[in-house]
């Protein structure tokens, strides 16, 4: 099992070599540029490919399709997980249109929110729910994952709703700590990391 | 310098504490115990935190208001940084309304949009001004930095917009590569870190 750290520097390495496939650049990449590009060590970055099952060779390094295939197996990108998205306000929205995540295995199969002038509508060609169908449709559809991007004063009762429903993974934008029981996975979403970064960054410039 | 991984890993011990601080945790954590949640090594935890000036007590441990101040300190949320954002749609007006940024420095003093059915409206509190006003306000402000949260066929166009107006950085949503020079520096968002991680847990349990 890789932990949350390895799975972060994998995706960086994703990111990485995605980038560079679109730039139509070389079908390899060396472990040793892979560091340069993110500062980091070179040993660790292989390491981090060996303990997915990818080698490179000598003088040609790691070819950038069976590296962007091994991480998407590993991580679990090729199989398609059924979610749904509670609460379609901006970001709920924002994610719902969003075609991006599909490369992931996001599967959005329902919408819902509490709102009735919401209910009916479609958002990225999927219908919006509202919270009475919750249970059923999640049961039904055996979902995998909730996306809750409501206000925080919702989250933990629909985080009841939704494990009482079966769900197995519950990924949380909203600012408030769920409780739940220990077989539900609960990823609770900052983005604030990107703008850590940016703070850093502009600190070390003199941005003031 | 700090490079990236060390960063992220700083805001992993941020949230972390600031969990513990939240449900009324004692006033002390140590290294064992953030290792231990986290699934990293020790050793690492303590040489990040002493990379960052802070020292635990025998026993005792590292108080989790010196270690918050020192992150906080050292990625610069203590000062404000003064921002745009760019698309005040779906994602930029998550991000306008959310007062969870401004703890980590975010000060959004406009917003934009190309679309005159969104200019003179306001956000958060805050006015969408017309493309044609951005040259001027990035100037007149001395914006630092510029959230991009527009359709991707725009982002490219935008960036030199804001590069030549004398932006610092760039916090770029939009699925498109962006070409600046070395001197400005743009984080790329995926916000898929995090789905990463819960497509990886749910095929580790074999959620199919
Ligand atoms: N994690 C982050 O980095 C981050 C960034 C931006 C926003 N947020 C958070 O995301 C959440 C959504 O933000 P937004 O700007 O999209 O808000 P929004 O007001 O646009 O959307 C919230 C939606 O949730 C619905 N809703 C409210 N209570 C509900 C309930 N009990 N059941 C079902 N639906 C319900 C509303 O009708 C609305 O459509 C907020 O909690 C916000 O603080 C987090
Ligand atoms: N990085 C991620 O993880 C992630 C997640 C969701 C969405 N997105 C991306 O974020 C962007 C915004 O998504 P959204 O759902 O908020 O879209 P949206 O359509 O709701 O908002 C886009 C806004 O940009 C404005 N706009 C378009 N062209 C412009 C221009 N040239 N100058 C100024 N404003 C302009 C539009 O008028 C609109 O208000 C898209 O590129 C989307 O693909 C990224």
Redesign the interface.
């Known amino acids: 099992?890789?932990?949350?750290?390895v799975?972060?520097?994998?995706?960086?390495y994703y990111?990485l070599v995605a980038?560079q496939i679109?730039?139509h650049a070389s079908g390899h990449v060396s472990s040793a540029q892979i560091a340069q590009l993110?500062?980091?060590d070179d040993t660790l970055v292989r390491k981090d490919l060996a303990a997915i099952g990818v080698r490179g060779r000598p003088r040609v390094g790691f070819s950038t399709a069976e590296l962007m295939g091994a991480i998407r197996e590993?991580?679990?990108?090729n199989?398609r997980?059924r979610s749904i998205i509670i609460g379609a306000?901006?970001?709920g929205?924002?994610i719902a249109?969003y075609g991006?995540?599909g490369k992931?295995?996001?599967d959005i199969v329902a919408l819902f929110d509490s709102d009735p002038a919401r209910v009916g509508q479609t958002l990225g060609g999927v219908a919006i729910h509202p919270i009475e169908s919750l249970n059923a449709i999640v049961r039904e559809h055996r979902v995998?994952?909730a996306v809750l991007t409501v206000p925080a004063d919702a989250a933990q009762g629909l985080a009841e709703l939704l494990v009482g429903a079966g769900i197995?993974?519950i990924?949380n934008f909203a600012?408030r700590?769920l409780v739940v029981p220990s077989n539900v996975?609960v990823?609770?979403?900052?983005?604030?990391?990107?703008?850590?970064?940016?703070?850093?960054?502009?600190?070390?410039?003199g941005?003031?």
């Open positions: 099992t890789l932990n949350q750290l799975v972060e520097r994998l995706m960086h990111h980038d679109e730039s993110l500062e980091m590993t991580l679990g990108f199989e997980y306000g901006r970001l929205g924002a249109s991006g995540f992931y295995g996001l995998h994952l197995q993974a990924w600012p700590s996975f990823r609770h979403e900052h983005i604030s990391v990107g703008l850590a970064e940016l703070a850093y960054y502009l600190k070390r410039s941005a003031r």
